[in-house]
């Protein structure tokens, strides 16, 4: 018989070391939410940037990912990954820390903008990488589609509470002045993690490997895993599209709609509840779908409803701006919560940080690409004109996974049936030999799919 949810949470915040990894995330969360909505109003409201510098300063937010991305994991994989995330959380609220003061004494420009924005974005891919990679050291296996449930539900929280506490420090105290909540997050994430005690093993050197080979090894075992190879397509996609709703959505806001800054605030959380329901209800609907399925299905219902962002207007046509955002962040965080969970237990644990780096390279480098896509089409064209792109662009990612083993599948399979450990490239055989071998089974397996076997 399967446990109630409620004993699952009770189980997960009854863990000292989990209870601090989740707070410490819900301080950086918090604080990144309030500067989604201050940073790209400094860049409109107070040095009047341009459509596309907006979209260069959002590009150069994620650009870390196409520029470190890959040897990023393979680096993470020779060391622990506690300090690695201290260290990220510290480089972050300095780098964003440095805004207020120069924009009291009116040097604050542009370029300063976009350096902040990739500083942060290269310690953001080490902390991401190593934050999924150090959570099953964490917690047992069983525990691990819970405690990504709970670490979605504290980033879906935080993008309800943030950008509303985000839009009216905006108001009340200048753009440039709210960001210092986020630096104040991640000092408070850093310190809450150097209190963690779990035990963390510094992997084992491989004598006579290479960056470039062990790089490849974790290219290699996602590309050679068909699930993996789809999830990372469909994803791809769906970042793509939404670096191009980034990018546009602020100069949308205040030059098409007239939208204040509070107003904005309040749409982002009003907009972000969807994704707090995502994650709560994402563990019940794997158990009454199968995990499998919900990773295709939460896009399929959902994408379609992107639709609504080019048809919004001021004043009450506001309401399809958010019902569209809502939506979609709900199919996003229960897609992200199934696969996530799926990664981590089908990657044997040397593996981890290179399978991770992979997949956000893969899924989080088109990030820069769709954000200056959607600069450009927004200077040239309008910022609706650049939402339409975004909506049509999202009708797409259902497609990688119902053209996969997935549609035909209810679970999803485990790491090598033989309990063994298979690594690099015969990993990713081995795992996708298992995978097809299941697509017959998953389809009328009844047991529950909360059952991850490894972020």
Same mark, same amino acid.
């Given at each position: 018989?399967?446990?109630?949810?409620?004993?699952?949470?009770?189980?997960?915040?009854?863990?000292?070391?989990?209870?601090?990894?989740?707070?410490?995330?819900?301080?950086?969360?918090?604080?990144?939410?309030?500067?989604?909505?201050?940073?790209?109003?400094?860049?409109?409201?107070?040095?009047?940037?341009?459509?596309?510098?907006?979209?260069?300063?959002?590009?150069?937010?994620?650009?870390?990912?196409?520029?470190?991305?890959?040897?990023?994991?393979?680096?993470?994989?020779?060391?622990?990954?506690?300090?690695?995330?201290?260290?990220?959380?510290?480089?972050?609220?300095?780098?964003?820390?440095? %805004?207020?003061? =120069?924009? &009291?004494?009116?040097? *604050?420009?542009?370029?300063? /903008?976009?350096? #902040?924005?990739? @500083?942060?974005? !290269?310690?953001?891919?080490?902390?991401?990488?190593?934050?999924?990679?150090?959570?099953?050291?964490?917690?047992?296996?069983?525990?691990?589609?819970?405690?990504?449930?709970?670490?979605?539900?504290?980033?879906?929280?935080?993008?309800?509470?943030?950008?509303?506490?985000?839009?009216?420090?905006?108001?009340?105290?200048?753009?440039?002045?709210?960001?210092?909540?986020?630096?104040?997050?991640?000092?408070?994430?850093?310190?809450?993690?150097?209190?963690?005690?779990?035990?963390?093993?510094?992997?084992?050197?491989?004598?006579?490997?290479?960056?470039?080979?062990?790089?490849?090894?974790?290219?290699?075992?996602?590309?050679?895993?068909?699930?993996?190879?789809? %999830?990372?397509? =469909?994803? &791809?996609?769906?970042? *793509?599209?939404?670096?191009? /709703?980034?990018? #546009?959505?602020? @100069?949308?806001? !205040?030059?098409?709609?007239?939208?204040?800054?509070?107003?904005?605030?309040?749409?982002?959380?009003?907009?972000?509840?969807?994704?707090?329901?995502?994650?709560?209800?994402?563990?019940?609907?794997?158990?009454?779908?199968?995990?499998?399925?919900?990773?295709?299905?939460?896009?399929?219902?959902?994408?379609?409803?992107?639709?609504?962002?080019?048809?919004?207007?001021?004043?009450?046509?506001?309401?399809?701006?958010?019902?569209?955002?809502?939506?979609?962040?709900?199919?996003?965080?229960?897609?992200?919560?199934?696969?996530?969970?799926?990664?981590?237990?089908?990657?044997?644990?040397?593996?981890?940080?290179?399978?991770?780096?992979?997949?956000?390279?893969?899924?989080?480098?088109?990030?820069?690409?769709?954000? *200056?896509?959607?600069?450009?089409?927004?200077?040239?064209?309008?910022?609706?004109?650049?939402?339409?792109?975004?909506?049509?662009?999202?009708?797409?990612?259902?497609?990688?996974?119902?053209?996969?083993?997935?549609?035909?599948?209810?679970?999803?399979?485990?790491?090598?049936?033989?309990?063994?450990?298979?690594?690099?490239?015969?990993?990713?055989?081995?795992?996708?030999?298992?995978?097809?071998?299941?697509?017959?089974?998953?389809?009328?397996?009844?047991?529950?799919?909360?059952?991850?076997?490894?972020?």
């Amino acid at each position: 018989m399967n446990e109630k949810p409620s004993s699952h949470q009770a189980r997960l915040l009854g863990h000292r070391d989990f209870r601090l990894l989740l707070t410490g995330a819900a301080a950086a969360q918090t604080g990144s939410q309030v500067t989604l909505v201050a940073l790209p109003l400094v860049a409109v409201m107070v040095l009047d940037a341009t459509p596309f510098q907006v979209g260069l300063l959002t590009a150069a937010e994620t650009a870390a990912f196409l520029l470190v991305g890959l040897p990023a994991g393979a680096w993470l994989d020779r060391m622990r990954k506690l300090p690695v995330l201290i260290r990220a959380d510290v480089v972050r609220c300095l780098a964003v820390g440095s %805004i207020p003061p =120069a924009a &009291a004494f009116g040097v *604050l420009t542009m370029p300063q /903008l976009y350096v #902040v924005a990739l @500083v942060t974005g !290269v310690a953001t891919v080490f902390f991401d990488v190593a934050h999924q990679s150090f959570l099953p050291a964490v917690l047992p296996r069983e525990q691990l589609v819970g405690g990504n449930g709970a670490l979605e539900t504290v980033r879906s929280s935080a993008q309800i509470a943030g950008p509303g506490l985000g839009g009216g420090l905006v108001q009340l105290l200048g753009a440039p002045l709210a960001i210092v909540a986020d630096a104040c997050g991640y000092l408070a994430s850093a310190l809450l993690l150097v209190r963690i005690k779990a035990e963390e093993p510094r992997p084992e050197p491989a004598p006579g490997r290479s960056l470039r080979a062990e790089v490849g090894e974790g290219v290699r075992f996602v590309l050679g895993h068909p699930l993996l190879r789809a %999830i990372a397509t =469909a994803t &791809a996609t769906s970042n *793509l599209f939404s670096a191009v /709703l980034t990018a #546009v959505q602020t @100069v949308f806001w !205040v030059r098409v709609l007239d939208l204040s800054p509070g107003a904005i605030g309040v749409l982002l959380s009003v907009s972000a509840v969807g994704g707090l329901a995502g994650a709560l209800c994402a563990g019940q609907l794997a158990r009454w779908i199968g995990q499998a399925r919900l990773i295709w299905v939460s896009t399929v219902v959902t994408a379609p409803f992107a639709l609504l962002w080019p048809l919004s207007g001021s004043g009450a046509g506001v309401v399809l701006f958010g019902l569209a955002s809502g939506v979609v962040l709900f199919g996003a965080v229960a897609y992200n919560v199934a696969q996530v969970s799926f990664r981590q237990s089908v990657c044997p644990p040397e593996l981890l940080g290179r399978m991770n780096a992979t997949m956000r390279f893969l899924v989080w480098g088109t990030l820069p690409i769709g954000a *200056l896509v959607g600069g450009l089409v927004a200077d040239q064209a309008g910022p609706r004109t650049a939402l339409w792109l975004c909506a049509a662009g999202f009708l797409l990612v259902p497609l990688p996974l119902l053209l996969s083993p997935l549609r035909r599948m209810r679970e999803l399979p485990g790491p090598d049936r033989t309990g063994g450990q298979a690594s690099g490239s015969d990993a990713a055989e081995d795992v996708a030999e298992g995978a097809t071998k299941d697509v017959t089974k998953g389809a009328t397996d009844e047991e529950s799919a909360v059952s991850p076997s490894a972020p």
